[in-house]
């Protein structure tokens, strides 16, 4: 099956194949075609290019795509859609003047939404997960990771990984499954830490890989909850099962934990909130991605990761949601790319280039997704009608999506 789109005014994202990532300079730079053409085969593209060089291929369904921007769909690299309920009263709670770590010292927040999930059964998570990713993939979001990490009981994260991975049977998009069993103490565990970690590292994590369950392990290392030699700990016992940390570092306080998932090769660090001269530098000249999460920052109103200082000092950054009930309860990457713009500073072309092919890396799908790239897979955006691709951060909170492409469909 082939499908011609012709006459797009700008196709966003156009790479050489072998570019696995962009770093800060590179981001300045959004490559595209004015007035291209693009051609899908099965799955895949098969080739781009201007509109006067575009083949005259018979056999093929032709679109027209006249004053339409087309990208490559987003890659959300650190989502927790999987989880049952929702958290609608910490949010009116922190409205009257309670603060995220208020809300969790009085046993809300993520040991919260650990309760309602033990409370409900694989099937409901299921029925109430489906629908988020439904509801992300309208939103142009062609590649998800979601991790575990409300469960934190050896059944609540085996459910959880269960779900996502009946979520990857499922849907057309790829996803990736991350384990984070790390994510809070259980209020058993609060004086006896050493306890819960045994419990990951030698009772969850073998159950875990014995059903291939996960793709990567996540710790939240932060005060209050996994220390950075605890982290340690979990990213050791992770890798000996070949999964690869991603981990949340650096959300509340800056305690060296940066430079120990990178001295553990982490895939990526995520949240950064706040970020010290010795974290850049720790940073600087490894392949791990940062990676930040502008509408946490938006919705419990904390600061934003310093994006500028970041990209300034020649490092990548990806984009990606946190969809989560705490602290970032929306998918919408749109949201998220116009975010970064208006109160990160990032420019349009670095925010897209951070939304797509650095998200594809911070999960390991840079191969196959995050740019219009020959024989990558066929995941992209057409936009409706518009004059730059500017008025994609510029009107942040239209729907601006004419049609979400899967895989050439
Ligand atoms: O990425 N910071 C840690 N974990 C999630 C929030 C979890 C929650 O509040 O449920 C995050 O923001
Ligand atoms: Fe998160």
Redesign the pocket.
């Known amino acids: 099956m082939q499908t011609l789109i012709i006459n797009i005014k700008q196709l966003l994202q156009v790479r050489e194949s072998g570019i696995s990532k962009v770093s800060g300079a590179e981001m300045a730079v959004l490559p595209h075609i004015e007035n291209a053409f693009l051609l899908i085969k099965d799955d895949k593209i098969s080739a781009y290019g201007k509109m006067e060089d575009c083949p005259k291929e018979t056999n093929c369904t032709v679109i027209d795509a006249s004053g339409k921007i087309v990208l490559p769909s987003f890659c959300d690299s650190h989502t ?1 859609i999987v989880y049952a309920g929702n958290r609608s009263g910490e949010f009116v709670d922190r409205i009257n003047g309670l603060s995220y770590e208020e809300i969790a010292a009085r046993g809300g ?2 040991l919260n ?1 650990a309760k309602k999930l033990n409370e409900t059964s694989e099937e409901e998570i299921y029925e109430q997960s489906k629908k988020r990713l439904e509801e992300v993939m309208l939103q142009g979001t062609g590649a998800v990771e979601i991790k575990s990490g409300y469960g934190l009981t050896v059944e609540g994260e085996l459910k959880m990984l269960r779900v996502i991975k009946r979520l990857k049977e499922n849907y057309p998009i790829a996803i990736k499954a991350t384990f984070l069993g790390a ?1 809070a103490f259980p209020k058993e565990y609060k004086e006896n830490h050493e306890a819960y970690i045994d419990l990951i590292c030698n009772d969850m994590l073998p159950k875990i890989a014995k059903e291939n369950l996960a793709d990567y392990i996540d710790a ?1 290392l ?1 005060t209050g909850y996994f220390s950075v030699a605890e982290t340690i700990k979990i990213m050791e016992a992770g890798k000996k099962y070949g999964l690869k940390p991603k981990i ?1 570092v650096n ?1 509340f306080t800056a305690i060296g934990g940066i430079k120990a998932c990178v001295n553990q090769s982490a895939l990526s660090v995520d ?1 950064l909130e706040l970020v010290t001269d010795e974290d850049i530098e720790a940073l600087q000249d490894s392949d791990c991605m940062p990676v930040a ?1 502008p509408s ?1 920052s938006y919705f419990i109103s904390i600061p934003y990761t310093p994006a500028r200082q970041l990209l300034n000092a020649g490092l990548p950054l990806a984009l990606a949601s ?1 969809f ?5 309860p929306t998918g919408n990457m749109h949201f998220v790319v116009a975010t970064a713009c208006i109160k990160m500073k990032m420019t349009p072309e670095e925010a897209i280039s951070a939304a797509t092919i650095n998200g594809a890396y911070a999960m390991g799908l840079n191969d196959t997704h995050g740019s219009i790239t020959v024989g990558k897979k066929a995941n992209f955006i057409i936009t409706k009608p518009l004059h730059s691709f500017y008025e994609i951060p510029y009107c942040f909170a239209t729907n601006l999506i004419d049609s979400v492409w899967v895989n050439g469909e």
């Open positions: 927790h927040g993520i939404s994510h939240f932060e949340h959300q949240h999460l946490c946190d989560n009930p705490g602290t970032s």
